[in-house]
């Protein structure tokens, strides 16, 4: 079976998304994922975005195969990728995914004579999130596992000064530390994942100095589930800011820094997400069956 895919990133975090009339049944393609996904043996990306364009739907799959309900990133990506396909600089559009319906408004960057690729080839993309959900209502612990912090402090010997979860259509627990960047993700990542009932994505945070209760600065360190370290999360974006905002720790407009640059996130009156898209090939497989 051959399949066209084109890839597009934000901020790093990248994703091979295919169009349907029809999207195909879902072991098929978890087993496509994994494929296509692998970064030596495929085209490489952190996740699978199949989907349909009328009506748009979006299915999300991460590298490992693994069925994921949302990615802010992804989903900004897919706005973009319709938009060059319907040929134009402007969209607005709602995106149905698997945590519900998102809006989205795009705007393709304007051409630029020194660069090579066309203006097509970027985007800037606000996303709405929907509801996030903090607390108690987040996902919770598995039976009788030691606290998160805990684990953090006796893997990697980085304290933990507060933890909470959130739910913004997928799970994530967001970490206060000194200095995410001294967290050996690929070590606590996992042993983060496996304390809760559905994995998690987990974010190490810090509050810039710089930051006012009008404008809030972070920076942000992912771990995500079934994709691993990235370069940028966008939902995870969302759920740091939105837990931190509940400790009163920030106010309501907020940039994000991740390794991958920054993202703007929005909390009142409507959640929302603005950062890039970036096109960056078309690949064809001519044999896909796996």
Known sequence: MKLQFVKHHGLGNDFLIAFFDELPEEKKAAGWAQHVCHRKHGVGADGMILATVEPAVMRLWNSDGSSAEMSGNGLRCLAHAIARRKRVDQLDITISTAAGSRRCRVT?????????QPFEAEATVIAEMGEVKVGARGPRTLPGVPDPSSVVEDMAGVVVQRWGTAD???????????????????????????????????HF???????????????????ERGAGMTEACGTGAVATASVMRNWNSIGNR?????????????????????????????????????
């Open 168 to 202: 913004v259509g997928n799970p994530h627990i967001v970490l206060l530390v000194q200095d995410p960047y001294a967290v050996p993700l690929t070590t606590v990542g996992p042993a983060l994942e496996q304390l809760f009932e559905e994995g998690i994505n987990a």
């Open 205 to 223: 945070v810090v509050i810039a100095e710089e930051s006012t209760m009008e404008h809030s600065v972070m920076t942000v360190k992912t771990w």
């Open 108 to 116: 393709l960057a304007e051409a630029d004579t020194n660069n090579e």
């Open 254 to 290: 907020v940039t994000v820094r991740m390794p991958g640059g920054n993202v703007e996130v929005n909390l009142h009156p409507t959640t929302t997400l603005t950062g890039p898209s970036v096109y960056a090939a078309t690949v064809t497989i001519d044999d896909i069956q796996v």
